[in-house]
């Protein structure tokens, strides 16, 4: 029964990277000069993410759709940086190639300064349980696991040991010490977030990526979401990446950077919602 958990684990896991196997590889030969430049970010050390001129093409011929036309970032350790653009933008795609669920189709994405794309199967597979955590807009919990299993299950497919005060320490930190016994459908779309980000922060990973993570709840649990992936940043240090269309994400982000059709057309920092919200219109409109 247990393996069979594992399993589906493993697949919900590896669900995003649906599109890595369309015969699609990253460039391995030799990096790009400027790739240097990208790996360290503006303090001068070594960025905990970054891309360099990353591009993503689906499919082929004349139906091909061009999701990233050169992006290049980078952020550095304990940042926290929001990614927003109008849908169809490249987001999503965008983080899963940072975090190793899909590859580029030319260019590089660096965690800690390590080339993604030079990853063997280990590599990637250590990367994706241990160094990056990824939090989903629809959850993607494990039903039939409880709120504590499923914080503790990336320790469990990792086969390491089970340290309960970090367990406990992280259930505490996403305020869910009285519910840990509770499954999934017995939790509110906000507390299901937050075991979702519990799940992500159990490895310590180098990077938390979040895609939409407020997409799916009303705006007082979209608040309290950001709120706590700051305390995160605040407390552990964390490096956060987020997906997100909620304008007030500026309040909790050192900085936001607007994608348009595959491109980093702006980047915003110390900004009013309301130019948040002007920002994403004008892309809209
Ligand atoms: N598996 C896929 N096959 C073909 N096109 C895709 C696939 N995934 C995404 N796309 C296309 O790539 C573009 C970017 O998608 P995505 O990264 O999901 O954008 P966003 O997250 O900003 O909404 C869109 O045009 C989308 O239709
Ligand atoms: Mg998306």
């Not at 993607?140 to 970090?166: F, H, T, Y």
């Amino acid at each position: 029964m247990q393996s069979v958990a594992l399993a589906v684990a493993e697949a919900v896991a590896a669900e995003p990277s649906r599109d890595a196997a369309d015969g699609h590889v990253a460039a391995v030969s030799a990096e790009p000069v400027t790739a240097a430049r990208s790996r360290v970010a503006a303090d001068g050390h070594v960025a905990a993410v970054s891309a360099d001129g990353v591009t993503r093409r689906y499919g082929e011929g004349e139906t091909a759709v061009d999701a990233l036309r050169g992006v290049s970032l980078s952020v550095a350790r304990g940042e926290l940086v929001a990614v927003m653009g109008p849908s169809g933008s490249g987001k999503s795609t965008l983080l899963h190639i940072l975090a190793g669920l899909d590859k580029a189709t030319s260019g590089e994405a660096y965690i800690g300064g390590r080339a993604v794309s030079g990853l063997d199967d280990e590599g990637l597979t250590s990367l994706r349980r241990r160094k990056v955590g990824f939090v989903f807009q629809f959850f993607n919990l494990l039903p039939m696991l409880s709120a504590e299993q499923n914080v503790a299950l990336p320790l469990k497919l990792a086969g390491e040991e089970i340290d309960r005060g970090w367990v406990d320490e992280v259930i505490g930190k996403v305020g869910l010490s009285d519910r840990r016994e509770h499954r999934p459908a017995e939790l509110s779309g906000g507390q299901q977030q937050r075991v979702a980000i519990g799940r992500a922060l159990i490895t310590r990973p180098s990077i938390l990526f979040a895609d939409e993570p407020t997409g799916n709840l009303d705006s007082k649990a979209g608040r309290e979401i950001l709120e706590l992936l700051r305390s995160c940043v605040a407390e552990y240090g964390q490096t956060i990446l987020t997906v997100t269309h909620e304008p007030r994400v500026c309040t909790v982000a050192d900085r936001i950077l607007i994608l348009a059709d595959g491109l980093i057309v702006r980047e915003l920092d110390h900004v009013s919602s309301g130019e948040v919200r002007s920002a994403i219109d004008a892309l809209e409109r």
